[in-house]
């Protein structure tokens, strides 16, 4: 079958990407789902700083790759040997597929899947399969989900049933932004009620983790961003004091309204300044927690003497440390019972043909989440 898609052929081409075109929206072959494997009609797509990472070349994936992975949609057709999935049920992408088998996933870690993070790296399905073409050239896949597109073939591993009654905006974005956000808290850190906790960083994953702090019942919430609308919202949504990371003294800031620190600083910012703040504001035998993905060839450096002398801890969280087929469901009962407003994170819709330009205003940090809507 026929179907569109937003495709990279070359990374790093420079921005502002409504002049460069990184992306082309075009028609791709695709074929139908094999073993194991489902087609999905995509209805909504997060545009996430993992994407951007991929358009800019810091996290480099092979091309040309149909790019997406926050995405929401509804079964179509369904391969062999699939089960508890039927035409017609509306499901969330989980952008790391879990085997089920390697050591990890028997350990109850399937964000670490061996076999996953394999695939992901060589833009194929879990099965090593690459289902789409463009004009006899194989298209690599997106963390196996490709979801800027109208119709995606996807392991079912990667797919988490929803309620049909969710908009699928809102649904598209429990699929990174929140699993990963809301995650960190509540599985990597396991924030306690009453601890002090700092965000580091106010896109979609760090206001996510934000609303998972107010979840978890700490009593401070430090909201750290350059984007003063930012800090706003974060206020709105729980933020107990918001302060500039731009401004020189940010750090003495958040240590005075913290009185010394804060027990749990969380990272999302993908940025090594961003982990570094995060680090000097957390407090002695606290714990900076990162789900941020910088460039490969960073690196960050501490005094090694805090780590004893402190006993401090640094953990880093992907995908939230979740479960998805446990935590995504359990999420959405918190949005439904009005716990989790995931709905104020979403700024605006946007086209498919918009996407380049929806970039832009990703990078220039002008927004929160956009989600394209086919």
Do not use: W
Request: aromatic content about 4%; glycine content about 10%.
């Amino acid at each position: 079958m026929k179907t569109r898609a937003a495709v990279l052929y070359e990374m790093a081409l420079p921005a502002p990407y409504s002049e460069s075109r990184p992306l082309r929206v075009e028609e791709l072959e695709l074929a139908p789902p094999g073993p194991g494997e489902v087609l999905v009609r995509i209805r909504a797509a997060g545009l996430c700083h993992s994407d951007l990472s991929v358009i800019n070349g810091s996290r480099p994936r092979p091309t040309p790759m149909a790019i997406g992975h926050e995405a929401a949609g509804e079964v179509v057709e369904t391969g062999n040997g699939v089960s508890g999935l039927e035409p017609g049920d509306h499901v969330v992408c989980a952008f790391v597929p879990s085997c089920g088998d390697c050591a990890p996933c028997r350990e109850g870690r399937p964000a670490l899947c061996e076999p996953g993070a394999e695939a992901n790296n060589q833009g194929v399905l879990l099965s090593g399969a690459r289902r789409l073409k463009k004009d006899g050239t194989v298209i690599n896949h997106h963390l196996g989900v490709s979801g800027f597109a109208d119709y995606a073939v996807i392991d079912q591993h990667s797919l988490i049933p929803v309620d049909r009654e969710i908009p699928f905006p809102q649904v598209a974005l429990f699929g990174c932004a929140v699993m990963t956000g809301v995650g960190a808290v509540i599985n990597t850190a396991r924030v306690p009620a009453g601890s002090s906790v700092a965000i580091v960083g106010l896109g979609g994953v760090g206001l996510s983790a934000l609303l998972g702090a107010v979840v978890a019942g700490a009593r401070q919430i430090v909201a750290v961003d350059v984007n003063p609308s930012k800090l706003e919202l974060a206020k709105s949504l729980g933020a107990t004091d918001g302060v500039n990371a731009a401004e020189a003294d940010a750090v003495q800031q958040i240590r005075s309204v913290t009185e010394g620190g804060v027990e749990y600083a969380f990272e999302t910012a993908g940025v090594v300044p961003a982990m570094q703040t995060a680090y000097r504001i957390t407090r002695r035998g606290g714990m900076t927690v990162t789900s941020g993905l910088p460039h490969p060839k960073d690196e960050f450096s501490i005094p090694q003497v805090t780590l004893a002398a402190e006993e401090r801890t640094i953990k880093g969280s992907y995908i939230g440390s979740c479960i998805p087929k446990r935590d995504l469901p359990r999420m959405i009962q918190l949005y439904k019972q009005g716990r989790l407003p995931v709905d104020r994170l979403l700024t605006d819709t946007l086209p498919l043909e918009a996407i380049n330009e929806g970039f832009d205003r990703l990078a220039r940090g002008e927004a929160a989440r956009l989600v394209v809507t086919m």
